[in-house]
C-alpha cells in the first residue's frame, strides 16, 4: 500500500489528453510538500520528468504538464505519442514517516 | 554530463550481506544529496536510503540497521551495504542524485541503470 495513491493504468490515444492522478494525506501532499514526477520506459531506469509540482526540465516535452492542488496533485499529457508509453510515477515527503515516498505507479497505454 | 553506474548486485542467500557502489561522473557525489531506491520484480519504486552532503544518513523503516549508506569522496563512489537480507529485499536498487526544489523540497534528478539484487535460496 504506497502512500500516495495513483490509478494503476490509464489510456489514451493521440489528440487526446490524458491526466494522471497523486493523491497523498495531510501528513504528505496536503502538508504543502512537492510532488514530483517520473517516467520508467520499459526495462530501463526512471528519468524525471516533472520537478517542483510544474516544472519541466530541459528536453521534456511541452506535451507533459504537472499541477497540485490541496492533497493531489495531476500529471497531464496532452496528444500522448506511443514513445510514451510507461510507467510514470509520483513522489513527494511524508513527514510522518519522516523519508521520501513514491505513489504506486501508473501504467500508460497510448491507443 | 552526469553519469550514475552501479555495481555489485548479485544473488545472495538469505541472511547474507552484500554491498552495492555507484561510480558517479560528472559531479561530486560529497557535494550532494545522494539516494538508493529500489524496485521490487514487477512492482513501484521504494526510497531506501539517503546520504546528504553533510553526512547525516536516513532509511527507510525496512531497511533501518540492516543497510548502512556511505561515500568514498577520494573515488566519488557511493556505496550501499545490505545485511541480514531477506526474499523480501529482492530488487533492482538505483542510486539518484537529490536536488532541491525552489522550495526546498528534494527531488531526484539522475538515476543510474540499477543492480539487480535477488535473494534465495
Known amino acids: 500500500q504506497s502512500v500516495l495513491t495513483q490509478p494503476p493504468s490509464l489510456s489514451g490515444a493521440p489528440g487526446q489528453r490524458v491526466t494522471i492522478s497523486c493523491t497523498g494525506s495531510?501528513?504528505?501532499?496536503?502538508?504543502?510538500?512537492?510532488v514530483h514526477w517520473y517516467q520508467q520506459l520499459p526495462r530501463t531506469a526512471p528519468k524525471l520528468l516533472i520537478y517542483?509540482?510544474?516544472n519541466r526540465p530541459s528536453g521534456v516535452p511541452e506535451r507533459f504538464s504537472g499541477s497540485k492542488s490541496g492533497t493531489s496533485a495531476s500529471l497531464t499529457i496532452t496528444g500522448p505519442q506511443p514513445e510514451d508509453e510507461a510507467d510514470y510515477y509520483c513522489?513527494?515527503?511524508?513527514?510522518?514517516?519522516?523519508?521520501?515516498?513514491f505513489g504506486g505507479g501508473t501504467k500508460l497505454t497510448v491507443l | 554530463e552526469v553519469q550514475l553506474v552501479e555495481s555489485g548486485g548479485g544473488l545472495v542467500q538469505p541472511g547474507g550481506s552484500l554491498r552495492l557502489s555507484c561510480a558517479a561522473s560528472?559531479?561530486?557525489?560529497?557535494?550532494?544529496?545522494m539516494s538508493w531506491v529500489r524496485q521490487a520484480p514487477g512492482k513501484g519504486l521504494e526510497w531506501v536510503s539517503i546520504?546528504?552532503?553533510?553526512?547525516?544518513?536516513y532509511y527507510a523503516d525496512s531497511v533501518k540497521v540492516k543497510f548502512t549508506i556511505s561515500r568514498d569522496n577520494s573515488k566519488n563512489t557511493l556505496y550501499l551495504q545490505m545485511n541480514s537480507l531477506r526474499v523480501e529485499d529482492t530488487a533492482v536498487y538505483y542510486c539518484?542524485?537529490?536536488?532541491?526544489?525552489?522550495?526546498?523540497?528534494?527531488?531526484?534528478?539522475?538515476w543510474g541503470q540499477g543492480t539487480l539484487v535477488t535473494v534465495s535460496s
Open positions: 539518484a542524485r537529490a536536488r532541491r526544489d525552489v522550495n526546498n523540497q528534494y527531488f531526484f534528478d539522475y
Open positions: 560528472g559531479f561530486t557525489v560529497n557535494n550532494n544529496y
Open positions: 546520504i546528504y552532503s553533510g553526512g547525516d544518513t
Open positions: 495531510s501528513s504528505s501532499t496536503g502538508a504543502g510538500y512537492d
Open positions: 517542483g509540482n510544474s
Open positions: 513522489q513527494s515527503y511524508d513527514t510522518s514517516l519522516g523519508y521520501w515516498v
